[in-house]
């Protein structure tokens, strides 16, 4: 049915549409040619630095006992899942709870500093 229909819309907007497609045509390329690439080359790349990140933060929200400090871990992952593909923010975490890093509620302070002397 809408194999048929015709669409206006600014120029604009359909230039951003077909560069959109362009940029991800080319990141799945990439991706695809990660196989070939030297080692040194491949650790180098952008697309592999952003998974390692993101599994030492799902790592680290796997050694967490609370669900908020887990949460917390989470989140920061998916947002570096939203800027790794350009995707706002706000499209995928606007409804995700933040969590809270509650790690540095426990380190002591340095003796003689800001503590009982």
């Not at 790592?59 to 887990?70: P, V």
């Not at 995707?87 to 509650?102: A, Q, R």
């Amino acid at each position: 049915m809408l194999e048929k229909a015709t669409v206006t819309m600014p120029y604009i907007k359909l230039k951003e549409l077909i560069d959109k497609n362009q940029e991800y045509k080319q990141k799945l390329e990439d991706i695809k040619n990660i196989k070939t690439m030297a080692e040194e080359e491949f650790e180098l790349y952008p697309f592999k630095k952003a998974l390692d990140y993101m599994f030492n933060l799902f790592e680290k929200a796997s050694n967490q006992t609370g669900s908020n400090e887990k949460q917390y871990y989470i989140y920061k992952c998916m947002k570096k899942y939203c800027k790794t593909f350009d995707i706002p923010e706000n499209e995928l975490l606007e409804e995700v709870p933040k969590g809270k890093d509650l790690s540095i509620m426990f380190v002591k302070p340095p003796r003689g500093e800001g503590g009982l002397v």
